[in-house]
């Protein structure tokens, strides 16, 4: 009969192959009854005798396993004495004597012994074997090198490194470091920070890779069970707005997204409708997009203005920020697209080729190049000099987007098919049927979901792994106008959409509930954008209004320093250029009951 003891799955008394035998699991009363007894006496491995141990609960972990990874963490973050008393204590060791020689072996540089020991430390086939020594010479080359004995490095490299890989690339990086002058300039060249930094350190977690984890447990392997455990945990929130502390006590869990009425930040600038906004991939910038004819740039730091943009000859309907955040690009009803430099407002470069209104424009990754899509049924990639560098024709495009990765194009046509395009190629792949005109679309940054807005009412979210319909988001008002859509919320986990009542509306992408309904402009909320980077929805209004609608997860504590800091932020002095139209900021303070976005 088991006690309440047992804090370890057994089999015939054994954990792990080695006998944890209760010495005794019960107690005999005089009168025969047997008692559980609490304080267990139970054989350590290693030890002479046995000792009392009293354990709280049962676990279905193998107990060597746990305290192995306790030994490695304490280790890890230097309890030396709690660590030696733990081994003491449960009789069992984070490594054997040949593994702990064989880590002491690297971290000493001690690689003869090292290499020696690497057919008998429990690497199972040839080839990581192999994989192992080429990790070992590489890292004597590069103590060769940094002692400045060239000579042996050289050898190094011609005998032994280049009988280890057929990779040519990396053997002709490895030779370049033989011409670096200094070991200064070899560390900065090879990314390497030296024999007396954390290299030795690295060869041997890159070694354990090769190992058997029952014999050397794998680098940090109880903060790698945490990450993928918080990590599972956040996956599955479908709420998220903020970044939050990792909290080891609770399981993750986000309260419902709010965006507090009462710290809504309102801009003023454009003297007509706005029609588009996006934040700068850096955060520190908002662009908008006017039927005013211009674009400007917003500080996010304090939203002064930082650039009016004017040079288009009519209404500008959307803009692209470059990756770095140092250029945009703007579309107009003129037929071009512009090229501005952010830090000098500059028009760098018209590009011209279209023959009707150019409704979408994207920047493809780091590539330089920019793609753009009009009425004109044509969908084109530029240069930065304004040469087309490829054209396909398509169906008139109301709206167009690409995945992060430039892998795929998807095209929203001026009746109901979202057409989609192998990017890299510019090749038709399929057509997915919408059931109303497409006013506009979004992608997820995984490229897995698209939302189209439809011209008769309603919101669709399409799953492209299955190229089905998932989803309908109802509740807004849509007419014959372009109203653009947005994900939104770390991970893409909600979706916004504006209203022609001037509203502003917030789902969960996964269950489809409405989360907040935002009311702050006057008129048609046009487009909306949401940056990770700050947590906040810009909404773009024909009111010729901003608003910024700072997200949080209803936590009274973080919206009444928000609330402090918003007030500050609006009783700031902010700086305005005589030559830009005044910036006006204001954070509307309104009754307690309306302070909160609305939940359905």
């Known amino acids: 009969m088991e006690g309440n003891g047992a804090s370890a799955s057994t089999t015939n008394g054994n954990v792990a192959g080695v006998s944890l035998r209760s010495a005794t699991s019960a107690t005999a009363t005089e009168g025969g009854s047997m008692e559980d007894s609490t304080n267990q006496l139970w054989r350590y491995p290693g030890s002479r005798k046995e000792a009392p141990r009293q354990c709280l609960r049962q676990s279905h972990f193998d107990e060597e396993q746990v305290v192995r990874l306790m030994l490695q963490e304490l280790r890890d973050r230097g309890f030396t004495d709690s660590y030696k008393l733990l081994q003491s204590e449960s009789g069992f060791t984070l490594e054997d004597e040949p593994v702990a020689r064989f880590r002491s072996n690297i971290l000493s540089g001690k690689w003869p012994e090292v290499e020696s020991a690497l057919s008998s430390i429990g690497i199972d086939t040839q080839e990581h074997v192999t994989a192992a020594q080429f990790i070992i010479k590489q890292q004597q080359f590069l103590e060769q090198l940094e002692a400045r004995q060239l000579k042996q490095a050289l050898l190094i490299l011609q005998n032994e490194l280049i009988m280890l890989t057929s990779d040519v690339t990396q053997l002709h990086r490895l030779s370049s470091l033989l011409m670096c002058p200094t070991s200064a300039d070899l560390r900065t060249a090879a990314e390497w920070d030296g024999r007396e930094g954390r290299s030795r350190l690295l060869v041997l977690e890159a070694l354990q890779r090769y190992i058997s984890p029952g014999k050397m447990v794998p680098a940090h392997r109880m903060e790698t069970l945490f990450v993928q455990a918080m990590t599972r945990q956040r996956a599955s929130c479908n709420q998220h707005v903020r970044d939050v502390d990792d909290n080891l006590y609770a399981d993750h869990a986000c309260p419902l997204p709010v965006f507090p ?148 194009l998807l095209v929203a046509d001026d009746q109901n098919s979202i057409h989609v395009y192998d990017l890299t190629t510019l090749t038709f792949l399929y057509t997915l049927e919408e059931t109303a005109i497409i006013m506009s679309l979004a992608l997820s940054s995984d490229a897995r979901y698209c939302l189209a807005v439809l011209k008769t009412g309603g919101m669709n979210m399409w799953d492209l792994t299955s190229r089905t319909r998932v989803r309908e988001f109802k509740g807004h008002a849509q007419g014959k106008y372009v109203i653009r859509c947005a994900f939104a919320g770390l991970d893409d986990r909600l ?54 609608w700072p997200a949080y997860h209803g936590a009274p504590g973080n919206i009444q320093k928000a609330k402090s800091v918003s007030q500050l932020l609006s009783a700031s002095s902010l700086p305005h250029s005589p030559s830009l139209a005044r910036s006006s900021l204001a954070a509307d303070a309104l009754d307690d009951d309306k302070s909160m976005s609305s939940e359905v």
Do not use: M
Not at 327 to 332: A, G, N
Not at 392 to 404: G, Q
Not at 519 to 540: F, P
């Open 261 to 408: 009425k009462d710290l809504r930040i309102v801009l003023k600038g454009h003297r007509d409708e706005v029609w588009y906004v996006a934040f700068s991939p850096d955060g520190r910038y908002l662009g908008s997009t006017s039927s005013d004819k211009t674009c400007i740039i917003w500080s996010t730091k304090d939203y002064s203005i930082v650039q009016r943009l004017e040079g288009h000859e009519l209404e500008v309907a959307c803009l692209a920020w470059s990756p770095d955040s140092k250029q945009i690009v703007s579309t107009s009803s003129d037929r071009t697209l512009r090229l501005w430099d952010v830090e000098t407002g500059e028009s760098l470069r018209v590009f011209t080729g279209h023959d009707e209104t150019v409704t979408a424009c994207k920047w493809l990754g780091d590539s330089g190049k920019i793609l753009s899509g009009s009425l004109d049924r044509k969908v084109i990639i530029w240069n930065k000099k304004g040469e087309i560098v490829k054209q396909v024709t398509t169906p008139r495009v109301h709206d167009l987007v690409i995945s992060s990765d430039c892998s795929l």
């Open 495 to 548: 979706v916004a959409l504006g209203s022609e009542d001037g509203s502003l509306f917030v789902w969960s992408r996964d269950t489809g509930r409405r989360l907040a309904h935002l009311e702050g402009h006057d008129s048609r909320v046009n487009a909306c954008a949401w940056s990770s980077k700050l947590a906040v929805l810009a909404s773009a209004s024909d009111d010729n209004s901003i608003c910024i």
